[in-house]
Every structure is written in C-alpha cells, then in structure tokens.
C-alpha cells in the first residue's frame, strides 16, 4: 500500500522527532547526574536542582524540538503510523548511551535495532490512510463517544492509583510505577495534541478553529499531560538505568496510544483483516527489537527493577547504587509492612 503525500510527511517529521528525543534523554541524563552531584539531592526523591543545570536545559531543548515535529507529524499522519516509530529514538538513545553512558551496545543489541527498523518499515508500508477532518468538532465527537469516554475514565482512575497508592510505597524499586503513570498520561496527550495539531493546521489553512471552546480545551489537556509525563519521566531516569526505562515506557506509550487511537479515531476501519494482521506483526517485531535491544546492557537487570546499579563499574553503577544505598536505609527506618510487601513484589521481576 503506497503512502499519501500527507502520511508521508508525518513520516518524515516523525523520524526526524525519533532523532532528537532520542538524543535528549542522554542529554538529560548527564544533566541529572550533574545536578545531583552538585545539590545531592536527586530528582528521583523529590530535588529540583536540575532546573538550574545548563546541561539538562539543552537536553529539554533538543526534546522540545523533537515534541514538536511530533506533534506537527500527528496533524499529517495517524497515531498507528507515528506512535511505533518512537522506537528509532531508542536507537538513537542506546548508541548514544554507547559512547556517553559507556552502557556497551553488545551485537543482540544490535540485532534488536535492525528489528526496530525493519518492523517500522511494515508499520510503514501498511499505515492506514485517515479520513479528512473538516472541523475541531468531527474531533469532539470522537473524543465524547461512549468508547473512548470509558477509556478515559480508565486511565483517570489508574493514575489516581499510581500516584497517591503505588508511588510513595513503591516507585523508587518498581521501574512500573512512574513509567505507568507517563505511558498513560501518555496515550492522553497523543490524541489531544492530534486534535490540537489538526485544528491549527485547519486554521492555518484559513478554517479558523480558535473559534471553538473545544480547541482550548484540547490544549489544557495537552499542557496538563506533558507536565505530568516530563514530572515522572525525570523521576524514572533519574531513579532507574536508562537501558530499562526507554524500552519499558516505549512498549507501555505505544500500546497504550495505538489503543487508545484505535478507539477515538477508528484507525482500522475500512482496512482488511489481512492490513491489520500486517500492522499488528509489525508492532510485534518492533516491541520485541526494543526488548533485545537492552537484552545484553553491561547491567544487571534484575538490580535495575530496584533501583540499585548493575555490578560492573559504569556510571550507572555509581547512580543507582546511591538510589539502591538510600532506599536500604529508608526501608530500615521505616519497617513499614507497605515497604515489606513492595519488595516481596520485586522478587517476581
């Protein structure tokens, strides 16, 4: 199935975001490390230092403008297409992290990127072609469905949960807990910032659609999910191996969007079973290039899940042997039975 013109502008500008986000989180990552040598304080147990490195401010300015050619890529092409391709900035992350970070990139990690790319490729090839949108209406509709309402309701109720149940007990040893809370608050921010996006491009059009309360409402919900991912998407680089926590919030980000688009705005109607299967395969092999991406870290992966360093010297051994030497002591003081049963949890990862 060939690609439309729009489609392959979303394509073009969802590589070039890959490559830009996939570069911040190094970025980012070094700047955290600076801030907490600096302070001592790390972002994972509550320091704001970070906001007064130089360092980190470039990375949250190269993942800016990778936002944005995201978010323009979504007003062009659907979720389906662009969401999956987030795994090329995972490769650009685990080379970077190569050289950066000194976490070895060993040859199944390798292999995992040639899947990444080759199932983005598929993605690609059988990407369904939208129906155009005329009006922020069309949009509104589709967001007020019983459907998709249900969803929303869903992901409201498990962030409450994750927020003020799971993460004072458990989110510095389980790696699930912030990107939980990113990943969904995730899927939310993806089909506002489409609705947002496709409303400004109507506009620029000359359909001005500024006019409607709707596109502002788009927006708050825009502005109050991307405050929330970039809150526990510091807290979770900050606290766990990088290595775990890109593919971990990848796998978790795009099932949750890909759902979600499905449901809003009927990505797979009007195609065949067979173009479904294909995307579905694709998907697959992408999820599972980014899992063997991070198969062979010089880490150990079981001690990531905890927030303490792998066994090698690397400088992810110095991070989080710190967070790993502070939850010890935390969990010593406290002998509460909720930090008990956190860490009988732990040992089924």
């Known amino acids: 199935m060939g690609l439309s013109k729009e489609n392959l502008k979303g394509l073009i500008l969802a590589l070039v975001s890959s490559g830009f986000i996939g570069a911040s989180f190094i970025i980012k990552k070094q ?29 949250m300015i ?24 987030g795994a090329l900035s995972i ?16 040859n199944l990690g390798i292999l995992g990127c040639v899947m990444c790319i080759a199932g983005s490729i598929i993605i690609v090839i059988h990407a369904p072609k939208e129906q155009p949108i005329k009006s922020v209406l069309e949009i509104w509709n589709m967001a007020t469905q019983p459907a998709f309402l249900a969803y929303v309701g869903s992901v409201i109720v498990l962030v409450f949960i994750l927020v003020f149940h799971f993460a004072p007990r458990c989110g510095h040893t389980n790696v699930l807990v912030f990107t939980g809370i990113c990943s969904l608050m995730g899927s939310l921010s993806v089909m506002s910032v489409k609705a947002l ?7 620029f059009e000359g359909k001005n659609q500024l006019i409607y309360p709707e596109t502002w409402f788009f927006m708050l919900v825009v502005a109050i999910c991307v405050i929330m991912q970039m809150n526990y998407l510091n807290k979770a680089l900050d606290t766990f191996n990088t290595a775990i926590v890109s593919p971990i919030y990848y796998v978790m980000f795009t ?33 599972s290039g980014t899992v063997m991406l991070h198969a062979t870290k010089d880490f ?13 010297p690397t400088l992810s051994t110095r991070l989080y042997t710190g967070n790993g030497d502070f939850l010890a002591k935390q969990d010593e003081e406290s002998g509460s039975p909720d930090s008990s049963v956190c860490s009988r949890r732990q040992e089924s990862y």
């Open 91 to 106: 490769i650009v992350s685990a080379v970077l992290a190569d050289f950066i970070l000194k976490e070895k990139l060993h």
């Open 255 to 287: 099932t949750l969007t890909i759902l979600a688009s499905v449901i809003m705005f009927k990505d797979w109607d009007g195609q065949s079973g067979g173009t479904i299967v294909s995307e579905i395969c694709g998907f697959v092999v992408v999820l």
């Open 300 to 312: 150990e992966r079981g001690h990531s899940f905890r927030g303490t360093g792998p066994s090698s």
């Open 197 to 203: 996006g496709t409303s400004l491009k109507l506009t």
């Open 62 to 85: 190269t993942m800016i403008v990778g936002e944005v050619a995201n978010f323009v890529a979504y007003a062009f092409a659907p979720a389906v297409l662009v969401t999956p391709l």
């Open 31 to 59: 700047g955290l490390r600076r801030a907490a040598a600096a302070s001592g304080v790390r972002a994972g147990v509550g320091g704001y230092y970070y906001l007064l490195e130089p360092l980190w401010w470039v990375g």
